[in-house]
């Protein structure tokens, strides 16, 4: 029997009872495993293992996909009517998109748990997703001008070329729009990340 702490990026129905969920595992990283008899409404499992919910788990690895037996519910983020499901998609989209089948990765895991217990907001959100990409290579610190490598006034944002810009390479190019003082709070920010993303999906 093998055990791991999981968050529960994605659930598919796969018979009248059953469901294949992706996992990430704070040891194992990503993995599919199969969930017996979940659809039922007597379940033990069935209220552990909801998409973004984290839990310890016991599993079986036998011939294919290895099979859920047991879970107990860490977190379940509270789904209030005032959180932006947006977000939510946002986080499942990156998650089930980057993350390597088999690779663990306790870093980004210990993030994803972070932002799982808080109230799920843009700027927790952005954060974590620009995290997320800074620790797989997909993105360099945001700290100098990607025109000129200056350090001061990095108040423009350029979301052609996915970077912050210096006050007098602005003024000298008008690439680039204003950002407010927080950048991660920004929509601006946030629509040139979530583009940026699926160019990125698109190009992997
Ligand atoms: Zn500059």
């Known amino acids: ?33 199969i969930a017996k008899g979940i659809r039922k409404i007597k379940s033990k499992n069935r209220g552990n293992m909801q998409t973004l919910s984290t839990s310890d788990i016991s599993y079986y690895e036998g011939k294919g996909l290895p099979i859920l037996t047991e879970s107990q519910l860490i977190h379940m983020p509270e789904f209030t009517p005032r959180m932006n499901t947006d977000n939510i998609e946002r986080i499942l989209y990156i998650l089930n998109k980057f993350l390597v089948e088999g690779d663990s990765n306790q870093r980004v895991f210990r993030l994803l748990q972070s932002v799982m217990t808080s109230d799920i907001d843009t700027e927790r959100v952005n954060k ?77």
């Open 128 to 204: 974590f997703r620009v995290q997320l990409l800074k620790e797989l290579g997909f993105l360099q610190e945001f700290d100098k001008c990607e025109s000129c490598g200056g350090e001061d006034k990095l108040e423009f944002f350029d979301s052609n070329i996915f970077g912050l810009i210096c006050k007098s390479c602005y003024t000298k190019s008008s690439k680039g729009v204003k950002l407010s003082s927080n950048i991660y709070r920004d929509s601006v920010f946030t629509e040139s990340l979530d583009k940026y993303i699926k160019k990125i999906v698109d190009e992997i």
């Open 1 to 33: 029997m093998s055990r791991d702490v999981v968050t529960v990026i994605k659930s598919v129905n796969f018979s009248e009872a059953d469901k294949i969920l992706t996992v990430f595992g704070k040891y194992n990283g990503k993995f599919a495993i």
